[in-house]
């Protein structure tokens, strides 16, 4: 599940697994495919505007 959050006043998609966000919701559902196969992307956290 993608969450959507504020951050710095527009609206952001939050991966559920590792909890980092994106502008586009496509990424970040993305991630979050990625993160439940278990491979770690670098080339898609580099587009995150949020890390927790
Ligand atoms: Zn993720």
Known sequence: MVWVKNIGMLPAYL???CGCG???A???F???RLCKSG???HD???R???QP
């Open 15 to 17: 991966c559920d697994s």
């Open 22 to 24: 994106y502008r586009d």
């Open 26 to 28: 496509r990424v970040a």
């Open 30 to 32: 993305e991630c979050e």
């Open 39 to 41: 491979s770690q992307s």
């Open 44 to 46: 898609i956290k580099s």
């Open 48 to 50: 995150s505007v949020y």
